[in-house]
Nanobody, 118 residues
Framework: QVQLVESGGGLVQAGGSLELSCAAS????????IDWFRQTPGKEREFVAG????????YYADSVKGRSTISRDNAKNTMYLQLNSLKPEDTAVYYC???????????WGQGTQVTVSS
């Protein structure tokens, strides 16, 4: 079973950029579609972006569409989420999750904190 580790979070000023990474181990990375979610205290986990097994299809929530790019490098077992023009409301813990099927997730990472100051 694949295991995921996120990195790249941090503190950034509004308008800045961050690139989050999600590194996989212990499984065949290309067998999994990967989605990013984010969560703030007291709120439900929110879908941010997703990418298909091959990387040929990508999906974005309206809240980040036009400001973010999701990509993957199956040779490096890593996927990326580039976040641009960051806003204070983007502040959250960001998680990546892997799924082989359409809906059920096989694995979640531990999360990486993104904090955007105004």
């Amino acid at each position: 079973q694949v295991q995921l580790v996120e990195s790249g979070g941090g503190l950034v000023q509004a308008g800045g950029s961050l690139e989050l990474s999600c590194a996989a181990s212990g499984g065949t990375f290309s067998n999994y579609a990967i989605d990013w979610f984010r969560q703030t205290p007291g709120k439900e986990r929110e879908f941010v972006a997703g990418i298909s097994r091959s990387g040929g299809s990508t999906y974005y929530a309206d809240s980040v569409k036009g400001r973010s790019t999701i990509s993957r490098d199956n040779a490096k077992n890593t996927m990326y989420l580039q976040l641009n023009s960051l806003k204070p409301e983007d502040t959250a813990v960001y998680y990546c999750a892997a799924r082989r099927g359409a809906e059920e997730y096989d694995c979640w990472g531990q999360g990486t904190q993104v904090t955007v100051s105004s």
